[in-house]
């Protein structure tokens, strides 16, 4: 069944346009890679599809609803309930602690200070980084940071996680052990994952990958599917 | 989001962060203690059955200074005191750019995680709320212990302040609770500007055109009110027209006071875009040519650094025309008077030619002035300081490319007094073309006839009618001067207060030039 679904997506920055009519769909619990060189409009896609940017032309569907027409507001709580958003660096708030981090999309929903802690320390348990809670991110490796945005991204257990290179700045080994976890937290719970990378072992652990050039996706608009056998 | 996340949220940050609370605690401490004064002087009680004009029966005679004495003076000191909270709120202000692209992250990181837009702002304006009711706590703490330590009364019984009232409860609440809401609710308008998306913090484009001299409109007509009134006033002393006790000269006078304000502050803008264009098209040096474009690039920036300065340069220079007209209605007084004892044959007795309670008065404002001028001061060194710092990395790169510190520091300095010359130039005519507009360019004293006694002063008393005949006085006609050397002096006095700031921001480019910035981050 069909959760995500862009169509025609056209997006630019001032003169540059950045995509120009991509049409994609992710299912529900489906893991779809975007691919492509540096400048071909990934993260662009990306934003577009989480609702952080609003495309200029063509249209989001998530659930069958546009999220074009919903407000910056609306769009935002749908950030902490519906999606989980993961990027390759920086979305940890530098002063609060990891658990605080984590439970920070939890806090923004209204949840109380001592129900939203259990459920992050439970969320770095489960990621494995549950000794770091009381650490603040500049005290963390980088492959603790990116487990502490997994588990912010995921905490809210949401429907789709977007992932924007979140093995970028890892080196092989931490990239691996953070996919496998987002990999198996996506199977159990059902979560759909948009994973944009240029790297094609990290576009191996999607079951379906799209490759975008010059802001256009291939010609089918639906992609690829990976061989069943290409994911580890 | 819960009271208590939000106070989490608002209070997380780093140590420019802490710095930043600091300064806005002190600016609302600042503030609330200058509220606190002014409530303090209304709360001084007058008299049932008196208004505040009636005659000295209703003065309050504990006070030393005829400010508090007199009922109909105490509104006016009030206002004063008020007028204080502008520099102060101005400073706060600038206090709030300080650690901005940290915070700046932080809520970016917010809206990430799925805080809305209203709730980033609201993280941000919590901070500047709870730092403003710590400062006001502070203040009113401040102010309780001052009142007692400062409750000295003389041999008379008579004190300098009116330590010996408190305002109400409700009113000390409303200063309390009051002033942090605003600093609150002026932080969320600060921020309208602002769009914290999840991808990071970006302003809203102004306008890219080049500023236009339609400031000196604004201070055409502010002069022009000062004016106006002057040509009231000289009516109703002719026909005595009703029209100058309506709301009219009121309106008039700070009506045109803030155009006239507004007007030099935001012609700043046109000032520095001036002189950038003019230093791009003559200076030759590095630092100058820096300067200039820099000047170019964003010429707002001096309007909004030396916004509370400026104000206060307008104020002085007007305070200065002021003292100018009282001195000369003085002199003039001092000659009639003399005229008049002459008549009577009498010795000089002073009389109304040695009343200086308007000098006396003039020496508060200026007491005024001079704090006003030293808090822009303070908020011009923190905007420097958090320049440097906001460019440490560009600074880094022109430092690790060869270009020296010296080059760096000197286009600061060229960057802050280039359009800051002029600037304070047209303020200070400003200023002083307002203080003579609202009580002229000429004093007129004497004229008409007085009685007088010659005889001696045990007949006098005994039947003044008898020994006493008419005299006529004559008028004694007085052009008040431009007070050039006082105005010198202020110029320079701003001018040197500008560069003590400018060299103690300086001090914050040794560190933020360091190469070691370009691998942060």
């Given at each position: 069944m069909t959760l995500l679904q862009a169509r025609g997506i056209v997006k630019s920055y001032g003169p540059t346009p950045a995509l120009r009519g991509v049409t994609v769909e992710l299912a529900e619990g489906e893991i779809l890679a975007v691919t492509g060189p540096s400048g071909c409009g990934k993260s662009t896609l990306l934003h577009c599809l989480s609702g952080i940017l609003r495309p200029d032309a063509g249209e989001v569907l998530y659930g069958g609803q546009r999220?074009?027409?919903?407000?910056e507001a609306d769009r935002s709580r749908l950030r902490r309930t519906d999606f989980g958003v993961l990027f390759?660096?920086?979305?940890?708030?530098?002063?609060?602690t990891a658990a605080e981090n984590v439970a920070l999309p939890l806090l923004l929903a209204g949840k109380g200070r001592r129900e939203a802690r259990t459920a992050a320390l439970n969320w770095l348990e489960r990621l494995e980084v549950a000794d770091v809670a009381d650490s603040r991110p500049g005290e963390m490796s980088g492959g603790q940071q990116q487990r502490c945005a997994a588990a912010r991204a995921l905490v809210t257990e949401p429907k789709v996680l977007f992932a924007d290179e979140?093995?970028?700045?890892?080196d092989a080994l931490a990239g691996e052990r953070l996919l496998g976890h987002l990999t198996r937290v996506a199977q159990e719970q059902r979560t759909s994952v948009v994973l944009v990378t240029h790297e094609a072992s990290v576009a191996a652990y999607a079951d379906r990958e799209i490759t975008l050039r010059d802001g256009a996706s291939d010609p089918t608009g639906l992609g690829a599917y990976v061989p069943a056998g290409g994911r580890p | 989001m819960k009271p208590t996340a939000l106070l989490r949220l608002a209070l997380a940050g780093t140590r420019t962060d802490t710095l930043r609370v600091v300064l806005t605690a002190v600016s609302a401490a600042l503030a609330a203690l200058a509220v606190l004064a002014a409530l303090t002087v209304l709360a001084i009680p007058v008299p049932a059955?008196?208004?505040?004009?009636?005659?000295?029966?209703?003065?309050?005679?504990?006070?030393?200074s005829a400010l508090l004495k007199e009922p109909g003076l105490r509104p006016g000191v009030a206002a004063g005191l008020l007028l204080l909270t502008i520099p102060v709120l101005a400073l706060a202000g600038q206090c709030a750019r300080l650690g901005a692209p940290s915070r700046d992250r932080r809520l970016a990181a917010i809206r990430l995680a799925g805080g809305t837009p209203r709730q980033a702002m609201t993280v941000a304006a919590a901070e500047t709320g709870v730092a403003s009711l710590l400062g006001t706590c502070a203040g009113l703490v401040v102010c309780l212990v001052g009142r007692e330590v400062m409750h000295r009364p003389d041999a008379e019984g008579r004190i300098p302040l009116p330590t010996d009232v408190l305002p109400s409860v409700p009113a000390l609440a409303a200063a309390v609770l009051g002033l942090p809401l605003l600093a609150a609710l002026a932080a969320a308008v600060m921020l309208r500007r602002v769009i914290v998306t999840p991808l990071g913090v970006t302003r809203q484009?102004?306008?890219?055109r080049s500023p236009r001299p339609w400031p000196a409109v604004l201070i055409v007509l502010g002069v022009g009110a000062s004016l106006a009134l002057e040509a009231i006033r000289k009516n109703y002393e002719d026909s005595g027209d009703p029209a100058f006790v309506s709301p009219l000269p009121l309106l008039l006078l700070f009506g045109g006071g803030l155009m006239a304000a507004l007007g030099v502050v935001l012609g700043t803008g046109w000032i520095s875009h001036a002189t950038g264009r003019v230093l791009h098209r003559f200076a030759r040096r590095p630092a100058p040519l820096l300067a200039a474009r820099r000047l170019l690039a964003d010429p707002w920036h001096g309007s909004r650094t030396l916004a509370a300065l400026l104000v206060a340069v307008v104020f002085g220079a007007g305070a200065l025309a002021v003292r100018a007209f009282f001195a000369t209605m003085l002199e003039a007084r001092q000659e009639v008077q003399r005229f008049y004892d002459e008549a009577a044959g009498q010795e000089t007795t002073g009389g109304y030619g040695s009343d200086t309670f308007y000098l006396d008065a003039m020496d508060v404002v200026d007491t005024a002035v001079v704090v006003g001028l030293v808090i822009a001061a303070a908020g011009l060194l923190v905007t420097v300081a958090e320049a440097v710092v906001a460019r440490r990395r560009s600074h880094a790169a022109l430092a690790a490319a060869g270009v020296p510190r010296s080059v760096m520091g000197r286009a600061l300095v060229w960057q802050t007094f280039a359009p800051l010359v002029p600037a304070v130039a047209l303020a200070m005519t400003v200023g002083t073309l307002m203080g003579r507009g609202y009580f002229g360019a000429e004093v007129r004293e004497g004229g008409g006839q007085a009685q007088t006694c010659d005889a001696a002063p045990a007949l006098c008393e005994e039947n003044f009618e008898k020994y006493s005949h008419l005299i006529e006085v004559p008028d004694v006609v007085r052009a008040v001067p431009v007070p050039l050397d006082d105005l010198a002096l202020h110029g320079l006095g701003v001018l040197v207060l500008v560069a003590a700031a400018t060299g103690l921001g300086l001090l914050f480019l040794r560190p933020g030039t360091s190469v070691e910035e370009l691998r942060t981050g």
């Open positions: 999220l074009g027409t919903r407000s390759q660096f920086g979305q940890l708030v530098a002063e609060l979140p093995t970028g700045a890892l | 059955g008196f208004g505040p004009r009636d005659g000295s029966d209703a003065w309050a005679d504990q006070y030393t484009a102004r306008s890219k």
